[in-house]
Each structure stands twice: as C-alpha cells, then as structure tokens.
C-alpha cells in the first residue's frame, strides 16, 4: 500500500553530481528500511544503499563508498541518494525501496517506478 514516487534523475557529466529524493505517499513506519537499488540495461538490479528509519544507519556497496549518500527526511516522509564524483559506470534506472527488510540481493516489498541517470565520459 505505501506509494514510493522518485525525482532527481537527468544527465550528467562524469564527476559530476545528482541527488535523487524518494517520497512515501504516508507516513512510513519506524521499523522500515528504505533504500536503493540500480539497473543497467542488460545487467542485474544491484543494491545501492540503504537507510534504517528509525535511527539513521547506513549501509552502502562498496562501488559507491564515499561518493554517495543516503539520507532522510522525517518530516517529509523522504529519503535522498546524493552522487557525488559520478562515473560513467553508475549510469542505470535507480529504483527506490522499502520494507521491513532489506539486503544486498534482495529488496523490500514496496519499489518506486524508476529514474533515469546517465553519466556521460
């Protein structure tokens, strides 16, 4: 039933920045995970990041480690993806997830319908 609506997608240079915010339609439970994950044509979808509601944690793969982060608004039932010094390699749909949990292969109940970011050479 949670609604999970994506913005901040475009292109972009490589080295460059996007950040990509992910809004839940109601207030989102405590006990949810919400994150990210990514799909390049004709690969697998690949866990990116994600953020602990009710405390704040964080868990990133290991492609992404300080150039991206995942954070989140309360008051806005939100959360954000900031990409920094992006790599032509991070070009992909980025999907935003949520449930109660989340892993590296395999995501929560509840997805978004996908943004585009490109990143050019």
């Known amino acids: 039933q949670v609604q999970l609506v994506e913005s901040g997608g475009g292109l972009v240079q490589a080295g460059g920045s996007l950040r990509l915010s992910c809004a839940a339609s109601?207030?989102?439970?405590?006990?949810?995970?919400m994150g990210w994950f990514r799909q390049a044509p004709g690969k697998e979808r690949e866990f990116v990041a994600k953020?602990?509601?009710?405390?704040?944690?964080?868990f990133y793969t290991d492609s992404v480690k300080g150039r991206f982060t995942i954070s989140r608004d309360s008051a806005k039932n939100t959360v954000y993806l900031q990409m920094n010094s992006l790599k032509p390699e991070d070009t992909a749909v980025y999907y935003c997830?949520?449930?109660?949990?989340?892993?590296?292969?395999?995501?929560?109940?509840?997805w978004g319908q996908g943004t585009q970011v490109t990143v050019s050479s």
């Open positions: 109601e207030r989102t439970s405590t006990s949810f995970i």
């Open positions: 997830n949520a449930g109660i949990r989340i892993t590296t292969t395999i995501g929560g109940a509840y």
């Open positions: 953020i602990t509601w009710s405390d704040g944690s964080t």
